[in-house]
């Protein structure tokens, strides 16, 4: 399999992941809590903003798992904007595990989370290094 087609997989299952993250938009708010309260993090508030938030964050990973399926479809095409997307996504990392620390989120979750972050930016990183716009595919 060549670095292209590798990292086409990659996109697909990158994308496939974040599209699943559209049915929380239409969760109901009683599974949401459900969840919560396995989590241990107590009672899920039912108050606008908190469903808005949770609503339109699961609304753009969906979005993003859109686009990611979009430039699998071209990745030379799309290679400066991988290149790019590497620098957006090890910052937002960055900031997700920041916000876990400052939310006291259980430490097992802002582990977990930190973890699969950091290898699935790596391997992003290394399958985008690994395309060459100048090879044939």
Not at 24 to 52: N, T
Not at 72 to 80: C, E, I, M, Q, T
Request: aromatic share 14%; net charge neutral; with cysteine.
């Amino acid at each position: 399999m060549t670095p292209d087609h590798q990292l086409v997989w990659f996109l697909r299952a990158t994308a496939i992941t974040l599209l699943s993250a559209a049915l929380a938009v239409v969760l109901p708010h009683a599974w949401m809590d459900a969840v919560h309260r396995w989590m241990g993090l107590g009672e899920l508030p039912d108050s606008p903003i908190v469903g808005y938030l949770t609503r339109s964050i699961s609304a753009l990973y969906a979005a993003f798992g859109a686009c990611y399926c979009h430039i699998s479809g071209d990745v030379r095409r799309y290679l400066p904007l991988l290149r790019f997307s590497v620098l957006v996504t090890i910052g937002f990392a960055i900031v997700l595990v920041s916000v876990d620390v400052a939310c006291r989120l259980p430490w097992e979750w802002t582990f977990a989370e930190a973890a699969f972050l950091i290898s699935w930016c790596a391997a992003y990183a290394w399958l985008i290094r690994r395309v060459r716009a100048d090879q044939i595919s």
